[in-house]
C-alpha cells in the first residue's frame, strides 16, 4: 500500500464520518460538495463533526481516495470506515431515510 493509500486509510478508519470534497465544510467549492454537506446537516449532523478533507489542498489524497474506494467522483462520505458514496447516492439514502439510520441520526 502506497503511503498515500495509508494515509486514506488511517482516515478512513479514524473518523465517524468523513468527506472527502473540494473545499471546506463551511466553504465548500463545488456545487457536489456543498450538496453533500446539506444533506448531512438535514441528517441532523453538525459540520462541525464532519471531518472534511480538501482534496484541492492536497493532489495524491485527490487522485489517491479515487483509487481508494474505485469511486471516480468527489465528494466521497465515508461512515464508520464504510464507504457510502457521492452527492446522488448520498441524496437518495436521504430520501429513504436511509442516510439518517446509517448516520444514527434523526432528520432535522
Same mark, same amino acid.
Request: with cysteine; net charge negative; charged share 25%.
Given at each position: 500500500?502506497?503511503?498515500?493509500?495509508?494515509?486514506?486509510?488511517?482516515?478512513?478508519?479514524?473518523?465517524?464520518?468523513?468527506?472527502?470534497?473540494?473545499?471546506?465544510?463551511?466553504? #465548500? @467549492?463545488?456545487?457536489?460538495? =456543498?450538496?453533500? $454537506?446539506?444533506?448531512?446537516?438535514?441528517?441532523?449532523?453538525?459540520?462541525?463533526?464532519?471531518?472534511?478533507?480538501?482534496?484541492?489542498?492536497?493532489?495524491?489524497?485527490?487522485?489517491?481516495?479515487?483509487?481508494?474506494?474505485?469511486?471516480?467522483?468527489? #465528494? @466521497?462520505?465515508?461512515?464508520? =470506515?464504510?464507504? $457510502?458514496?457521492?452527492?446522488?447516492?448520498?441524496?437518495?439514502?436521504?430520501?429513504?431515510?436511509?442516510?439518517?439510520?446509517?448516520?444514527?441520526?434523526?432528520?432535522?
Amino acid at each position: 500500500m502506497s503511503d498515500t493509500q495509508q494515509r486514506i486509510d488511517e482516515l478512513v478508519k479514524s473518523n465517524e464520518v468523513l468527506l472527502f470534497m473540494k473545499g471546506t465544510a463551511s466553504f #465548500p @467549492q463545488c456545487g457536489f460538495s =456543498g450538496r453533500a $454537506i446539506q444533506i448531512l446537516k438535514a441528517c441532523g449532523v453538525d459540520p462541525k463533526e464532519v471531518k472534511a478533507v480538501n482534496v484541492l489542498e492536497d493532489d495524491a489524497i485527490r487522485q489517491g481516495i479515487k483509487e481508494y474506494s474505485h469511486w471516480p467522483t468527489i #465528494p @466521497q462520505l465515508y461512515i464508520k =470506515g464504510e464507504f $457510502i458514496g457521492g452527492s446522488d447516492i448520498m441524496m437518495e439514502m436521504y430520501e429513504s431515510g436511509e442516510l439518517a439510520k446509517t448516520l444514527g441520526r434523526t432528520p432535522a
